[in-house]
């Protein structure tokens, strides 16, 4: 989008905006999707796309519209619309003055020429699927480049722009009794990406010819990046800072107190440059209301420093409210910081554990603890001695991502993860190692391939 458009855009706002205060969001989008299952392509295509939400306060209430017609009569009505919603709005408890004027354009450059990429692809994939003759392949590839735009009445401008490549890609036999899976995520396209994937997919496909039962049980267990990644997003679900002042979260009157190994530490760091990621708060995964925090700077924050709760989410509202010095807005990336070891120096010296590829169908049973409750999918291994000996039966597991990292005895590197419950959702930026947990609950064997 060129800088002009914007500014008729903002034109236009300020011509038909009468509230106290406003903001909007501004996302354009240009994307490709690639679906195969049972090695047919099911559906593909380039998408481009574009739309505004509009935010409107009067007297600390707030109203909220949408529109994908960018035309000045419908900005017009969707100003209006806010507007009229607002005025008729119960005032907001956690009102607070919207960021002042703070100017950003982002200045990264891509070679991300959709067309390009989205051919590239569905030829891999087309010659992956015909080459099937065992096996069934199924999955999705999702990509493209987003622009996001966020503007407010105090002058305020922030410009991201966001590439993302999302791989998902599954491998069964013929009779669905096996069954393996590899993911990634990345802001750059690689055309050996799709055949790196394979072959690791054929690697792990080898390891599930031989299969044995395993009972429920407490066990030491190695979560790989993908299943470690979705646990951390619940635990940053967890994370609000008031219902920790609450009495409503795992993290209640822990914050100063080391909680933890004094080798975990976790942190957002929105210049991490492994993945991009946006540098302004644009939503939030917690139930901390941060509408009125919309486009501020996100920060590099310690969340958990040498062991010990530094900080949690908050917002400038409640901060202020409470006195809090050391919260974070809600982070656009959440890392873990690991070992120097690759996977193969990390697991050589590893006895006897469970490898877990990957989980799914995670949800919350106890908000208080932390406890979440979903299955192992696609991947669940015997090692000793550091070497992967069969495969193993599906569970049902019963664990905290607290747990976990009070019981993590071992890491290796960081990774990029490709975490599979949250996989196409933008706030889904974790960079995490495998990790290996003692008494990790699988409570039940699961039938799922």
């Known amino acids: 989008m060129s800088k002009m458009k914007i500014e008729d855009i903002q034109k236009i706002v300020k011509k038909y905006s009468e509230s106290d205060e406003y903001y909007f969001i501004y996302e354009l989008s240009e994307d490709f999707n690639i679906r195969f299952s049972n090695n047919r392509v099911i559906s593909n295509g380039i998408n481009n796309s574009s739309y505004i939400v509009f935010s409107a306060i009067v007297d600390k209430k707030v109203g909220v519209s949408s529109t994908t017609d960018l035309s000045e009569k419908s900005l017009e009505n ?44 569905e030829s891999k994939i087309l010659k992956l699927t015909k080459e099937q003759k065992e096996s069934r392949l199924f999955g999705y590839i999702n990509g493209g480049i987003n622009t996001i735009i966020v503007s407010n009445s105090n002058g305020l401008f922030k410009e991201n722009l966001i590439p ?17 899976w590899q993911g990634k995520l990345t802001s750059e396209y690689n055309e050996e990406d799709i055949d790196n994937l394979y072959r690791k997919l054929l690697l792990d496909f080898e390891k599930t010819k031989i299969r044995k039962d395993l009972k429920e049980g407490r066990y030491k267990v190695i979560l790989s990046p993908s299943a470690l990644s979705d646990m951390l997003i619940y635990m940053m679900i967890f994370m609000s800072a008031k219902s920790a002042d609450e009495g409503r979260s795992p993290f209640t ?3 100063g107190k080391k909680a933890f ?27 901390i209301n941060d509408t009125f925090d919309i486009g501020i700077a996100l920060e590099k924050k310690d969340f958990i420093k040498d062991g010990v709760l530094k900080g949690l989410i908050s917002s400038r509202e409640y901060d202020k409210k409470m006195g809090y010095k050391n919260n974070s807005f809600s982070p656009s990336n959440l890392i873990l910081k690991g070992s120097e070891d690759d996977f193969d120096s990390f697991i050589k010296d590893v006895d006897e554990a469970i490898y877990i590829n990957n989980l799914w169908y995670i949800r919350e049973v106890d908000p208080q603890t932390g406890l979440l409750t979903g299955l192992t999918r696609d991947g669940v291994y015997k090692i000793e001695n550091g070497k992967f000996v069969h495969s193993l039966n599906n569970f049902r597991f019963n664990q905290s991502p607290i747990k976990i990292l009070e019981n993590t005895i071992k890491m290796s590197k960081s990774y990029v993860a490709s ?11 974790i960079i995490c190692p495998y990790v290996l947990v003692e008494d990790f609950n699988l409570s039940s064997v699961s039938k799922a391939i």
């Open 164 to 180: 993302r490549i999302d791989y998902s890609i599954n491998i069964k036999d013929k009779d669905v009794k096996r069954s393996v």
């Open 261 to 287: 190994p004094e080798f975990i530490n976790l942190y957002t760091d929105p210049l991490d440059k492994r993945i991009k990621i946006l540098n302004f708060l644009l939503f939030s995964l917690t139930e």
């Open 419 to 429: 975490p599979r419950e949250f996989g196409e959702n933008i706030a889904s930026n």
């Open 78 to 121: 969707c100003i209006k619309n806010a507007y009229n919603i607002a005025r008729e709005s119960s005032e907001s408890e956690d009102y607070f003055p919207l960021p002042e004027k703070e100017i950003y354009y982002d200045k990264d450059k891509y070679d991300f020429n959709i067309t390009h990429i989205f051919n590239d692809i």
């Open 253 to 255: 009157n822990m914050v």
